[in-house]
């Protein structure tokens, strides 16, 4: 937001530096990001000066321009070529000297140079109307006054407005200092913070009279709602044409491009007050009648950037007896705005329900001056006093008549805020007591009134334009700001405590996962939870109904919650493989987010992502491309990590995978994992295998056992490990070897495990030979053969029994 100082300095007489009241603005929490230097005149005419023309001949080489020797307050003439058709001796002209800087009107510089044109030197240039920047003229010269005296610097001729505007930036909630009064009313605050009283001069409106009643308006507001205050004015017999120079100086040093007198006047008033305002034309206006409504949806309206827009049902509209004009506090229509040949406005200045206008800004994409001041919400006592003085503005600078009574309907009057300031919890909250005088005083510059005063606390009433205030807390830091955060002293004593946290919180299970997943090679990736609504076709078990959508989403690609890890994951991985890196390890720990019939609901996730190879290709060792039984021992080595050891296994039931496992403990879903289906990663032009997993990490944080971690000394004894090559059919797997094995001896039996599977013609049909090892121990003494071979015995005998193996 800018601010000139300028025109701050109507509201405030002060004197300082434009950096002092920078830093003090900064103080009270307008934060000031930079200062720039703003002229009417760019480049000040700095190096221009008046000349007098003592000779004007006909260039010798060039039929169109004219050799002439002119005074400029030197000792000596100088001699300059010109081309204007108008130069003639005895004028007196505007004269850029040698090294003098000009501009164009895009802005781009260029500086003056003693040359030849044709021939002839030439010392300078005599300069016209636009060439100067004071004018649009281009037929001729400028011809200054006679009475001038050479030499003159052209500043000194031409009044030239000099500005200092400040660039705020402005937090949301700070909507009452969406304007100069606005910063004004806040600088005088400060200042008398530092004992510098000023008064605050407020813009008089008691001139505001009604000529006569000859055009008056229906007003009927269909929702109050949506529009709880609604003022209008009509003005008759006016004049459009371009605005003076003191409104367009002011409007061109905030950015702001003048249009004509009445748009120039209404941006004026909403950038010194804050209240937007629209003007229409009101020969424009069917049957003198403004009616303000929703309509029905799909109803067609073309605004004044030539865009036809398509209205929701939940737009409110401004419209006459037949048709729609306006999109209420957003942007006009192209038929019915002020144009060079309107005689008359209806002047509309309105409170709109700031939710419904940023609803309807963001459905459109518009961010104009007005919406950004009603969605963070106008002060509503302030509505009609910002009309009366547009419409005496407006009268000022472009004539006319007020010609109707002002229509205010305002049913239902805003309360203003009532809040109990306890004093102990200025002290508490600040961390230093403040004197109850200084408070009071700082609470009156604020024009937040002290209903009554007891020992505890105060009783206040919150002025309207204070929208952001409404809490105790909310007037303590309205103190601070304005006692200024700079005053508040450093202790010498830091006081800490420190709570009991237990290892099983849900984030220290996170570092120990992540960290065990960085060892494996894993980085860790944060997606947004944001997506595409169109992603939930692309998986079975998605539904779109079980989405949660955004109300104002930035985009159409980001207007709904995620129902899946695994969509955001394999963008990433498309992401990267499109910049040539091909073998990634991802994990990421978020949630996802589904909409059902008793409420919306949180699911907490892990998610591991694996494509590519198992390791980089070297010359001893050639590139293992990354297979389920690798991914595997992952999900297990989490798991097995985090305690959860009573895992039952159950092929996957799932459309996101072409084969893979679920893991369950205790009837509770721990993790899905596998191969995802080709036509699933086709969507992302993704062609080579991608491992994911899915963790209900809900589940694991009841699951992960709580008890304290035992350590066991190093075994003594040595252990043993025997082999058996079973032939079994190929239906049996080796979790069914391995239970048998543990539940046939518990002791002694430590680890089992598979180093050789094989499959073949040499074989019986349906049968399959898997070699296995059997590692022994016993830790309160050494194996003998005999407990070793009874062990093996029970083993060999129990695969016979229970799973039809023979020993090969």
């Known amino acids: 937001m800018n601010i000139s100082y300028n025109w701050l300095k109507q509201f405030l007489k002060i004197d300082w530096e434009a950096k002092d009241t920078a830093e003090l603005l900064t103080d009270l929490g307008l934060e000031v990001e930079g200062i720039s230097h703003y002229e009417t005149v760019k480049g000040g005419l700095k190096g221009i000066v008046v000349g007098h023309v003592l000779t004007c001949e006909q260039h010798p080489n060039a039929d169109r321009l004219k050799l002439t020797t002119v005074d400029i307050g030197l000792e000596k003439p100088v001699q300059i070529v010109c081309g204007a058709p108008n130069v003639a001796k005895g004028q007196n002209v505007p004269v850029a000297t040698i090294g003098t800087v000009l501009y164009t009107k895009e802005g781009e510089s260029w500086k003056i140079k003693k040359g030849k044109i044709r021939g002839e030197e030439s010392h300078g240039m005599i300069c016209a109307e636009d060439e100067l920047g004071i004018g649009e003229s281009h037929d001729g010269i400028m011809v200054l006054d006679d009475s001038l005296t050479p030499g003159t610097p052209m500043a000194e001729v031409v009044e030239i407005e000099s500005d200092e505007v400040f660039e705020i930036g402005l937090t949301p909630n700070r909507a009452d200092a969406m304007s100069h009064y606005g910063v004004a009313r806040d600088l005088k605050a400060g200042l008398k913070q530092k004992e510098v009283e000023k008064e605050l001069i407020t813009p008089s409106t008691s001139n505001f009279n009604i000529t006569d009643r000859s055009l008056k308006m229906d007003v009927l507001v269909e929702d109050n709602s949506l529009a709880p205050r609604y003022c209008g004015v009509t003005l008759s017999n006016l004049i459009v044409q371009p605005s003076p120079s003191w409104l367009k100086n002011r409007l061109k ?5 003048p249009v004509n007198n009445i748009v120039d006047a209404t941006n004026y008033v909403l950038h010194e007050m804050g209240q937007p305002l629209h003007a229409f034309d009101a020969d424009r ?55 060079e040949n309107t005689k008359s406005i209806f002047l509309e200045s309105a409170y709109f329900d700031p939710v419904s206008i940023r609803k309807t800004a963001k459905r459109h994409g518009l961010n104009t001056d007005a919406s950004f001041r009603f969605e963070r919400g106008i002060d509503i006592e302030n509505v009609e006093y910002s009309l009366k003085r547009a419409a005496m503005l407006i009268k000022e600078i472009a004539g006319g008549d007020i010609t109707s009574d002002i229509v205010d309907l305002y049913p239902n009057k805003k309360d203003n805020y009532q809040v109990f300031l306890s004093f102990d919890k200025i002290d508490k909250l600040i961390g230093q007591n403040i004197p109850r005088d200084t408070i009071k005083s700082i609470l009156a510059s604020l024009e937040i009134k002290v209903k009554n005063v007891t020992e505890s606390g105060m009783g206040l009433v919150i002025p309207s334009y204070r929208v952001d205030v409404q809490r105790e807390v909310d007037v303590i830091e309205e103190i601070l700001r304005v006692y200024g955060y700079n005053n508040i002293a450093f202790g010498d004593k830091l006081n800490a405590s420190i709570a009991p946290i237990s290892k099983f919180e849900d984030y220290n299970l996170q570092y120990v996962i992540g960290d065990l997943l960085a060892a494996r090679g894993f980085h860790e990736i944060m997606t947004n939870s944001l997506t595409s609504p169109d992603y939930v076709d692309l998986i079975e078990e998605l539904k779109h109904e079980q989405s949660v959508t955004i109300l104002n989403p930035l985009s159409t690609d980001l207007s709904t919650m995620r129902q899946s890890m695994l969509l955001n994951g394999l963008e990433t991985i498309s992401y990267n493989i499109n910049r040539k890196s091909r073998n990634l390890r991802f994990f990421e720990f978020g949630k996802t987010y589904h909409q059902y019939s008793d409420g919306h609901v949180e699911d907490k996730h892990l998610s591991l992502f694996v494509t590519g190879n198992r390791n980089s290709t070297g010359w001893a060792s050639p590139a293992k491309p990354t297979d389920f039984f690798f991914f595997k021992s992952v999900v297990e080595n989490i798991l097995n990590r985090l305690g959860i050891l009573d895992i039952n296994t159950k092929p996957i039931e799932s459309t996101i995978f072409s084969e893979g496992l679920t893991f369950t403990c205790k009837k509770k879903k721990v993790v899905h994992f596998g191969v995802v289906n080709k036509s699933l990663i086709k969507q992302f032009d993704i ?11 809900d589940n694991i944080i009841e699951l992960v056992p709580k008890s304290e971690i035992k350590f066991n000394p190093i075994p003594k004894y040595p252990e043993v490990k025997r082999d058996l090559a079973l032939l079994i059919d190929e239906r049996v797997g080796f979790k069914e070897i391995h239970d048998i094995a543990f539940q046939t001896e518990r002791n002694l039996l430590k680890k089992v495990n598979l180093f050789d599977v094989y499959t073949g013609d040499k074989l019986p049909q349906g049968k399959k030979s898997y070699a296995v090892s059997f590692t022994l121990l016993d830790e309160k003494s050494t194996l003998t053969d005999k407990q070793i071979d009874k062990i093996m015995s029970k083993l060999q005998q129990k695969y016979t029994t229970e799973l039809g193996a023979e020993l090969r």
Do not use: S
Request: hydrophobic residues 40%; proline residues 3%; negative net charge.
């Open 253 to 257: 040093a905030i950015g702001l491009n």
């Open 285 to 339: 206006i069917f049957g003198k009648k403004i009616v303000v409504k929703t309509l029905p949806k799909g109803t067609k309206f073309m605004t004044l950037d030539g865009i036809e827009r398509e209205l929701h049902e939940e737009d409110l509209m401004i419209c006459d007896g037949e048709k729609p004009m306006c999109i209420a506090g957003v942007f006009g229509g192209i038929n019915t705005g002020v144009t």
């Open 687 to 697: 062609k080579q295998e991608v491992l994911y997993a899915d963790f209900n990490w």
